[in-house]
């Protein structure tokens, strides 16, 4: 059974009224979508960070082992 309600604002604007909520569970799912999108972004970005960082660390330890073998 769809029901449509109409609310009349004014003489000539007429605002229609959903009795379903379909229009906030699009909105909870887009949200969600977004949520989902962000974390793996963020994912992603800590990914990256780490192996820079290890790539880093390995770099210099090697070139700290190359001075210490040469003096």
Not at 37 to 50: A, D, E, F, P, Q
């Amino acid at each position: 059974m769809l029901e449509t309600q109409y609310l009349t604002i004014g003489p000539m604007y007429r605002k229609k009224l959903d009795n379903k909520g379909q229009g906030s569970a699009e909105l909870i799912l887009i949200t969600g979508g977004l949520i989902v999108i962000i974390l793996l972004v963020g994912s992603y970005m800590s990914n990256i960070t780490k192996k820079t960082q290890t790539n880093l660390i390995n770099l210099l330890k090697q070139e700290r082992d190359y001075l210490i073998n040469k003096i």
